[in-house]
């Protein structure tokens, strides 16, 4: 083992080397990725040496997500304490269902969900769990609204259509997830939505309001803190108010933009986040843990349970319902990801959390204020948005993005908004400083420029 750890140190030191060398990794066509790195498995293994070279070409070559250059998805960055949580976790290998196997990390993972349940302004009596992804903890939201609706669900299934309802610029999580529960894609009403991306209220009443009297059954609707291509924040208070006068269960999926119940400055922006049902978060956006790290929070602990329990005599063996954890997940087997969002937060504390997030906001103003001071630039997106939409010179920007990637240039995105599509630049990388949201249009601009001139002498 101490050597493999060895190993892995040096192969550590390469990727840091590269990351410094190679900000954007060369990116290999998928005609040619067998050709140029041997991935082939046979029957005999190769020695160490051999390995060794593999796995430095495997580092050489892929993308980068830890660079400044990266701003393609909505993650992004490494933050040292969360890395060492993760690796600490890998290491103890734990699986999180019952106290027996996990021990004490079964309370390093009940504090997070404590204090992530207190910021959300829920009861004590709240609870929550970690899922693989903000796509299954949007799932869950909806097991448990779906349950709560009518309990005899869960043993006798669908008896009648029951109805659910999301902004047209929701995450497409909604849809699916809507299709595993047995909901259906056509029973979810996609809400209109107005020029930020914003739920719009009056639509969602028109909505429910016709379904009840067509006999159909509403019980969820989804409320969005962060689209994922504008970045923009659902009204939840409004969509609250609703909710209750029809009883609904109301989620709000926080996956992108939900770490700003740290920030004292934007926590407006989910005001009425105590008024809902349940609450997503992933740590490995806005706060920069690694891969991945969702959480799910309810104020309706025994819906959890009630949902996601089932007795199995040959694992609970010992400790109570509390601290096997199991009875509220969606797994059985489950990796500890709590470990990695708890020594991040508990070396930096709450405020140095806040720092994280209030910074991302801050590298956004810096981009839309470079943006809008530099005519060959054309901004959709606005203020209180980590999501920064821009047009340069009105080149195409799905070309741009690909041709930025395909030269190891920038890892940006492209997206669409109502007929308009845009590069959409994501501030969300814990690391970025002004100097490398600057250097990122200087990249842009040096690129469009050389490229343009290629295609005007060709």
């Not at 040496?49 to 909505?74: D, G, R, Y």
């Not at 019980?219 to 029809?246: M, P």
């Not at 997940?329 to 708890?342: E, F, H, P, V, Y």
């Amino acid at each position: 083992m101490q050597n493999d750890l060895a190993l892995f140190s040096e192969l550590c030191d390469e990727l840091l080397k590269e990351e410094i060398k190679r900000p954007v990794a060369t990116p290999i066509p998928t005609s040619e990725l067998y050709n140029q790195i041997d991935l082939s498995l046979q029957k005999d293994g190769i020695i160490d040496q051999q390995l060794k070279v593999v796995l430095k070409e495997l580092i050489k070559h892929t993308p980068k997500t830890a660079s400044t250059s990266f701003f393609n998805q909505l993650y992004g960055g490494r933050k040292n304490k969360a890395t060492l949580g993760d690796l600490l976790a890998v290491m103890l290998n734990t699986s999180m269902y019952t106290y027996k196997i996990a021990g004490p990390q079964v309370g390093i993972e009940k504090q997070v969900l404590k204090n992530i349940c207190a910021l959300a302004g829920y009861s004590k009596a709240s609870d929550g769990t970690f899922a693989p992804g903000g796509s299954m903890s949007n799932m869950m939201a909806l097991i448990m609204a779906r349950d709560h609706k009518n309990g005899s669900i869960r043993v006798e299934g669908l008896s009648k259509p029951m109805t659910v309802y999301t902004s047209n610029t929701s995450h497409y999580s909604i849809l699916k997830n809507a299709v595993l529960t047995g909901i259906g894609r056509n029973q979810v009403r996609l809400v209109d939505t107005n020029s930020k991306g914003e739920m719009l209220i009056e639509h969602l009443k028109e909505l429910i309001t016709h379904d009840v009297s067509n006999g159909l059954e509403p019980f969820f609707v989804n409320a969005t803190a962060g689209t994922t291509v504008f970045g923009a924040f659902d009204d939840i208070k409004a969509i609250s108010e609703v909710c209750k006068d029809h009883k609904l269960w109301l989620h709000v999926d926080g996956a992108y933009c939900g770490g700003v119940i740290f920030s004292n400055t934007y926590k407006h922006l989910i005001a009425g986040l105590e008024q809902s049902d349940s609450f997503s978060i992933n740590a490995h956006k806005m706060l920069g843990t690694p891969l991945s790290c969702s959480i799910i929070v309810t104020q309706h602990t025994d819906q959890l349970h009630h949902s996601f329990s089932n007795e199995a005599d040959y694992l609970y063996q010992t400790d109570g319902d509390d601290y096997n954890l199991g009875k509220t997940s969606l797994q059985c087997g489950r990796r500890n990801d709590a470990l990695k969002i708890w020594t991040l937060w508990k070396s930096v504390g709450t405020s140095g959390l806040e720092k994280i997030v209030d910074n991302q906001f801050e590298m956004a103003d810096i981009a839309r204020d470079y943006i809008n001071k530099h005519k060959d630039y054309e901004l959709y997106s606005f203020d209180n948005s980590i999501s920064v939409c821009f047009n340069y010179k009105g080149i195409s920007a799905s070309e741009l993005c690909t041709a930025l990637y395909q030269n190891a240039e920038l890892m940006v995105s492209f997206g669409t908004f109502k007929d308009h599509e845009f590069v959409r630049m994501v501030t969300i990388n814990s690391l970025l400083e002004k100097g490398d949201v600057i250097h990122f249009f200087k990249t842009l601009e040096a690129f469009v420029a050389d490229y343009l001139l290629k295609i005007t002498t060709t």
